[in-house]
């Protein structure tokens, strides 16, 4: 697909026609087909997927363009780690328009110190939808803990924490994004 801002972006669009949707934003370096088993979970549950690939490029501009032109009107934003985390936020902060929910993986608020104390943006506003960030290091956890006070909606975080199996995690994650999902 190509973006409102003219380039071209990876978008995979599945599962059930007329269910509620869900925007997965990539993290930078995975490709759509990675989230693959996650979208095929969330279509068992009656969601629709739509996964947009990562970009650096890649604005709340684009992806609001990207939903426009799938007809899509609102849905729950997930953001994956480093590209789609940050973006997911920053739509979920200025977006209450477009979006009911927000699921991060490893990212905190934009204003809260990441693992390396960089506050990537320091005038993002609060979040006030409600807000699951899951997390798999005692760094992100205490990122994710230190983000309840920009998040205004209800916060939940859930630790992915000790050996996990991959499909262990796939199931916990959609299983978060499926509760996530039922609480507009």
């Not at 997930?78 to 993986?105: K, Q, S």
């Not at 390396?116 to 990122?143: Q, Y």
Request: hydrophobic share 40%; proline share 5%; aromatic share 4%.
């Amino acid at each position: 697909m190509t973006t409102v801002d003219g380039f071209p972006i990876p978008v995979e669009v599945a599962g059930p026609q007329g269910s509620p949707v869900v925007v997965v934003l990539s993290a930078a370096q995975r490709t759509t087909a990675s989230y693959e088993a996650i979208c095929q979970r969330l279509h068992t549950a009656h969601l629709r997927t739509v996964v947009i690939g990562p970009d650096e490029r890649l604005g709340a501009k684009s992806v609001v363009g990207i939903m426009d032109a799938l007809d899509i009107q609102w849905g729950v934003v997930v953001g994956d780690r480093m590209g789609g985390g940050e973006l997911a936020w920053e739509l979920a902060a200025t977006r209450l328009d477009r979006f009911t929910g927000l699921v991060a993986i490893n990212r905190g608020h934009p204003r809260i110190p990441d693992h390396n104390g960089v506050v990537r943006d320091d005038h993002c506003p609060p979040v006030e939808i409600n807000t699951t960030v899951l997390t798999s290091n005692p760094t992100a956890l205490k990122v994710a803990q230190a983000s309840q006070q920009y998040v205004y909606g209800d916060l939940r975080v859930v630790e992915l924490s000790g050996r996990r199996s991959a499909a262990e995690t796939t199931a916990q994650l959609a299983g978060e994004i499926v509760l996530r999902s039922s609480t507009w």
